[in-house]
């Protein structure tokens, strides 16, 4: 499948009217999230990576127009004016890790209208997608209070590429490996995993589970302990590694149950065996809720793995988000249907400390003490430096987590911080809106 032709069909159907007719004049849209999801306090950019790439790529094929062509039962030369168009503008973005807040443009793409509009789709799939994932992922690492946690989501994605993109945004904030070993690979992410259930009833006894893997992998082991009983699966394990006198660096992995009884229980075991190096690994329908109880609790947990919820963000799957027109041919334009009111212009953010942001229009001068979010990521179609590191990515979101107040990092009702709107782009805004209101008014009495 051609990411050209991944498109909704009324993005084509614009684009080829915006060619006929000659409106290939410079056009702005604005990518951001109206509201935040309940339970959310923060989002977590990302998706602006592979965004640049498909950008970079972008270039309308022979086959695309014959794709268009059938989509719509036209013959293939009523979508000539297509082949051949590609991405030369200007993009603005917040780069990957940063936090973010409702109303706060995520990207801003500057091109010729034509090409801004074909590209809407693929953008908000990328950017929405992985921001909501990334942001799931980010509230369990809060939740863990600083224990490793471990991407297991593949096998429940929603598809084999999210569950490549759900590894990466894992390490993008923070956890510290994946069973993904694909993802493993591709993003210099550390491969994890211990045994399946199915493993262990293959063999004629637990034990004789336990020291076969231990044979197969000398160095060190995590024992799925609850095939059975997991009180004797521990008492097996630890006698297990005993005798092969193998201890730091391993582990047992408790995946149903009363997670935090059995830790309990299983650290005592663990310890009067004389295995205190032996981590405990809990997964199981793991998000941050789960992590969250367990760490309040006092669970003697040392390492979190984490699927099914977080790579589908199972609570908050989607976000409200829109890319909309805010500028063409040099005039700042909105819409002002209810409920989805848009503000005029190109803009910035502004970010004070604590992560007070203003969101502003993209000429001002930043205020004192802020710095200006949206960067230029993208110019003539080129990426203005390297692609960004997951270490780079990282680093930002910790920083910004840093300064992120307590009331919006809480995982049971958070409260958002709300962004302030500049002057100028109040100014604006009341400005345009009065200046469509005064046409409208003139189109009805003609």
Do not use: W
């Not at 994605?157 to 993008?172: D, F, K």
């Amino acid at each position: 499948m051609s990411q050209v032709t991944a498109t909704d069909l009324y993005e084509v159907t614009m684009a080829l009217s915006y060619l006929r007719e000659d409106m290939q004049a410079p056009a702005t849209f604005s990518l951001f999230v109206r509201d935040l999801p309940p339970g959310r306090g923060f989002l977590v950019a990302a998706g602006l990576e592979p965004a640049l790439d498909y950008l970079s790529g972008f270039r309308v094929g022979r086959s695309d127009v014959q794709e268009f062509a059938e989509a719509l039962r036209r013959p293939v030369e009523d979508l000539e004016p297509l082949h051949g168009l590609s991405f030369d503008g200007h993009v603005r973005a917040v780069p990957e890790g940063r936090l973010v807040f409702a109303g706060e443009p995520l990207l801003e793409v500057t091109a010729p209208l034509p090409q801004a509009q074909l590209v809407e789709t693929y953008l908000l799939c990328l950017l929405c997608h992985q921001t909501a994932v990334a942001s799931k992922a980010a509230r369990c690492v809060v939740a863990a209070a600083g224990r490793p946690l471990v991407d297991f989501s593949l096998r429940r994605a929603h598809g084999p590429e999210a569950g490549m993109q759900a590894a990466r945004l894992g390490a993008l904030v923070g956890f510290t490996g994946t069973s993904n070993v694909a993802a493993a690979n591709r993003y210099g992410i550390p491969a994890a995993g211990t045994m399946a259930h199915s493993y262990i009833e293959t063999f004629a006894s637990e034990e004789e589970a336990f020291r076969a893997f231990a044979r197969t992998h000398p160095g060190p082991v995590t024992f799925l302990v609850d095939t059975f009983d997991t009180d004797r699966g521990v008492a097996t394990a630890a006698r297990v590694l005993k005798d092969l006198r193998l201890g730091s660096g391993c582990g047992v992995r408790l995946d149903s149950g009363d997670l935090g009884a059995l830790a309990r229980r299983a650290r005592a075991a663990l310890d009067a065996a004389g295995l205190r190096d032996v981590r405990i690994i809990a997964s199981g329908g793991l998000d941050e809720y789960g992590v969250d109880r367990l760490v309040r609790e006092g669970a003697p947990i040392d390492v979190f793995a984490v699927g099914t919820k977080v790579g589908t963000a199972a609570d908050a799957p989607y976000l409200d988000a829109a890319y909309k027109l805010v500028e063409y041919d040099g005039h700042p334009v909105m819409k002002l249907s209810s409920a989805k009111v848009t503000a005029p212009g190109q803009k910035q953010v502004f970010r004070g400390p604590c992560l007070r942001d203003v969101i502003g229009l993209a000429d001002e001068e930043s205020p004192a003490g802020t710095e200006a979010l949206l960067r230029t990521v993208m110019r003539d179609g080129l990426r203005t430096e390297p692609p960004g590191t997951l270490t780079a990515a990282r680093a930002r979101f910790e920083a910004d987590l840093a300064e992120l107040p307590n009331e919006a990092r809480r995982i049971d009702r958070p409260v958002t911080p709300e962004p302030m709107v500049s002057t100028r782009l109040t100014t604006l805004t009341t400005a345009v809106r009065q200046r469509i209101e005064a046409r409208t008014r003139a189109g009805r009495l003609a």
